[in-house]
T-cell receptor, first 117, second 115 residues
Framework: EPEVTQTPSHQVTQMGQEVILRCVPI?????FYWYRQILGQKVEFLVS????????KSEIFDDQFSVERPDGSNFTLKIRSTKLEDSAMYFC???????????????FGNGTRLTVT | DAKTTQPPSMDCAEGRAANLPCNHS???????VYWYRQIHSQGPQYIIH???NNETNEMASLIITEDRKSSTLILPHATLRDTAVYYC????????????????FGQGTILTVHP
């Protein structure tokens, strides 16, 4: 079964550094998402992306965050200047269509654990 | 999106049916009920969803009450690998009536399947 793959599985960075998290969505999917989960807390929506632009974003997704689909296969999340509170598990997801359409659930990757020191 | 209420934890014996309840009394007429689960250290995994009819797939069954204010996810023969956090999510919809995948996860139900 096709999977969403994320690299690296674990990233350690120093506060203030830029970090790029990478994802390869399922190949025929058109909608892409980032979620995050701080240790012991809920999974939180960050952003959705369709047709090369952001469709929806949460309050967490401020100017320090950006997303890009640099080629036909990768989907990236960049954090420009990391803070300690950015430490979390970041999940990429993709879907064939918008989640509200009947047969278009989200498929999640297994995440990148980001540790900011 | 409508809010959901789930018990924080449940236990189930291996091989028995696991019935996970969810209350969503403020659900709107065109909102779906979705179930996802998260096995430790993995990303959330889609299980099933429905609007008003009961649904069944290879993983589970979803029973939605007639008034749509509650639902039950049924794992017919639970295995140790079904130990996970199970999330009941309603929606998502934005003002335009469609949404691009903003799922609102709660704390979910920690299901522990024991031998």
């Amino acid at each position: 079964e096709p999977e969403v793959t994320q690299t690296p599985s674990h990233q350690v960075t120093q506060m203030g550094q830029e970090v790029i998290l990478r994802c390869v969505p399922i190949s025929n999917h058109l909608y892409f998402y980032w979620y995050r989960q701080i240790l012991g807390q809920k999974v939180e929506f960050l952003v959705s992306f369709y047709n090369n632009e952001i469709s929806e974003k949460s309050e967490i997704f401020d100017d320090q965050f950006s997303v890009e689909r640099p080629d036909g296969s990768n989907f990236t999340l960049k954090i420009r200047s990391t803070k300690l509170e950015d430490s979390a598990m970041y999940f990429c997801a993709s879907s064939v269509g918008p989640h509200s359409s009947y047969n278009s659930p989200l498929h999640f990757g297994n995440g990148t654990r980001l540790t900011v020191t | 999106d409508a809010k959901t209420t789930q018990p924080p934890s449940m236990d189930c014996a291996e091989g028995r049916a696991a019935n996970l309840p969810c209350n969503h009394s403020t659900i709107s007429g065109n909102e779906y009920v979705y179930w996802y689960r998260q096995i430790h250290s993995q990303g959330p995994q889609y299980i099933i969803h429905g609007l008003k009819n009961n649904e069944t797939n290879e993983m589970a069954s979803l029973i939605i009450t007639e008034d749509r204010k509650s639902s039950t996810l049924i794992l017919p023969h639970a295995t140790l690998r079904d130990t996970a956090v199970y999330y009941c999510i309603v929606g998502p919809l934005n003002a335009g009536g469609t949404s691009y995948g903003k799922l609102t996860f709660g704390q979910g139900t920690i299901l522990t399947v024991h031998p």
